[in-house]
C-alpha cells in the first residue's frame, strides 16, 4: 500500500488561504504562491487511514470560502 499512496511531497502538498480564489487549471500552476499557508513539515511521510464522514469530488475546489460554506 506505501507503494502505490505515498506523500507526494511538499511541492506538491500546498494549502492556500480559503479566501484565495484558484487561477488556470487543476494545477495550480498560474496561481499566486504568495496566498499559499506554510505549515509544518510531515513528521512521518507514511498515509493515515481516517474512519469518518467524508465529501468529496473530481474537481479542485477554486472558491475556498464556498467550499466551508459546504462544509
Excluded: W
Excluded at 40 to 60: L, S, W
Amino acid at each position: 500500500m506505501a507503494e502505490t499512496f505515498r506523500y507526494p511531497g511538499a511541492e506538491q502538498d500546498q494549502l492556500f488561504k480559503a479566501t484565495y480564489n484558484h487561477e488556470g487549471d487543476d494545477i495550480c500552476i498560474k496561481c499566486d504562491t504568495k496566498k499559499v499557508v506554510a505549515r509544518p513539515t510531515h513528521k512521518d511521510p507514511a498515509p493515515k487511514i481516517y474512519y469518518r464522514n467524508i465529501a468529496f469530488g473530481n474537481v479542485v475546489m477554486k472558491y475556498g470560502v464556498t467550499r466551508d460554506k459546504i462544509a
